[in-house]
């Protein structure tokens, strides 16, 4: 067996969350000799649910079953691009400037630049200040936009918007008073169709071009993948969190 297997193995035991998986296993072998049968039981189940929510093989399930509902087209058109935030810091260093976009958002970022350079497009980046000291991300993006080459004069920076609700309502806004009719919507796979949905719910049809994937569109398993990793967690946190956001858009 590879040794680096190996070592990964041994690690993702020795690390949250997989760390708590042997603990609870214990507790309920413990509880189990003890004859306290409800303890037993409920540190067993508290082990296989922490290891089905933290292993890759079924975290990459979870969040590749959002992911795979909307493909990017493979050529995109429209008369304005609208990039939704997902996370900004507050005060790190960045080359022009103090704080930077985290994680999704600096792919969306990436991608949203990109199709501009490729449409000619001007960008609207829909992400105010969610928390004191998240920043405000539109104002960063703006500022990273250009250093990218995107002319300031192509960016159009929505400031108010908490929420992918409130992107939706604000944006149209801009959308109506600006004139702009075919948007394309960039943001991460996983979050396409909530954003969808309350776009449309907004009264505006876009065309979605999603980015910022978590897992492979085809699924391949190593013996990597059995093994839980904070990864996977977050995977799957995003995922659950997003089938939540989708309930109150079945509401007519």
């Known amino acids: 067996m590879d040794t680096l297997f190996v070592l990964k193995f041994i690690y993702s035991f020795m690390l949250p969350p997989g760390l708590f998986i ?4 214990f507790g309920a072998f413990y509880c189990q000799r003890r004859r306290l049968q409800g303890p037993a039981l409920f540190s067993a189940v508290m082990t296989l649910l922490l290891y089905l929510v933290s292993a890759p093989v079924a975290g990459d399930a979870i969040i590749r079953s959002l992911e795979s509902r909307y493909t990017p087209p493979d050529a995109p058109s429209g008369d304005v691009i609208v990039m939704l935030g997902g996370g900004s810091t507050l005060d790190t260093p960045d080359i022009d400037g103090l704080g930077q976009m985290t994680g999704s958002s600096a792919t969306r970022l990436l991608t949203a630049a990109r199709l501009h350079r490729l449409t000619g497009a001007p960008i609207i980046v829909s992400a105010g ?6 920043g405000v991300e539109s104002r960063i993006a703006l500022r990273q936009l250009v250093g990218l080459g995107v002319p300031e004069s192509k ?6 918007s908490r929420n992918t609700e409130e992107n939706a309502r604000y944006t149209k806004e801009i959308l109506d008073a600006r004139g702009f009719r075919n948007p394309i919507l960039v943001t991460s796979a996983f979050h396409m169709e909530r954003s969808v949905g309350h776009f449309s719910k907004a009264g505006v049809s876009t ?10 569109r085809v699924a391949t398993y190593t013996l990597a993948d059995w093994t839980p990793t904070a990864a996977a ?3 799957t946190s995003l995922a659950i969190k997003e ?3 989708l309930l109150p858009l079945l509401v007519k």
């Open 129 to 134: 200040q969610v928390y004191e000291n998240s």
């Open 233 to 235: 967690l977050s995977n």
């Open 207 to 216: 065309l979605p071009y999603p980015t910022d994937y978590r897992a492979n």
């Open 243 to 245: 089938y939540l956001g």
């Open 155 to 160: 960016i159009i920076a929505e400031e108010i």
């Open 22 to 25: 042997p603990l609870f296993l």
